[in-house]
């Protein structure tokens, strides 16, 4: 079982930035796909971006290419993701999530998620 702790929304203005944090306990995470998810309301959760644990590599949707990096420190088993520039159509509730290997698509869905920090972008 890995467990997820999200920190780090709120709210901020149209432009302005944020730095989400996750703390990951339960499991050694070799090989896992470490990911963000968002889900705005009345919509369905979305892929946000990823990084595999081991190998580093991250990938990211097409929306937030540029303004957001998602990435970890190995040794506080910690998941970060920053976000510039952002817009309105940001604001939702954000998971942290991870998948074991083999895993499945990196654009999800993942096996485990946290419980989501709010973030409100405001004009």
């Known amino acids: 079982q890995v467990h997820l702790a999200e920190s780090g929304g709120g709210l901020v203005q149209a432009g302005g930035s944020l730095r989400l944090s996750c703390v990951v306990s339960?499991?050694?995470?070799?090989?896992?796909?470490m990911g963000w998810f968002r889900q705005a309301p009345g919509k369905e959760r979305e892929f946000v971006a990823s990084?595999?644990?081991?190998?580093?590599?991250?990938y990211y949707t097409d929306s937030v290419k540029g303004r957001f990096t998602i990435s970890k420190d190995n040794v506080k088993n910690m998941v970060y993701l920053q976000m510039n520039n952002l817009k309105r159509e940001d604001t939702g509730v954000y998971y942290c999530?991870?998948?074991?290997?083999?895993?499945?698509?990196?654009?999800?869905?993942?096996?485990?998620y946290g419980q989501g920090t709010q973030v409100t972008v405001s004009p």
């Open positions: 990084v595999r644990w081991t190998a580093g590599d991250t």
């Open positions: 999530a991870a998948d074991p290997p083999p895993g499945g698509p990196r654009t999800g869905p993942y096996q485990y």
């Open positions: 339960g499991r050694t995470l070799d090989y896992y796909a």
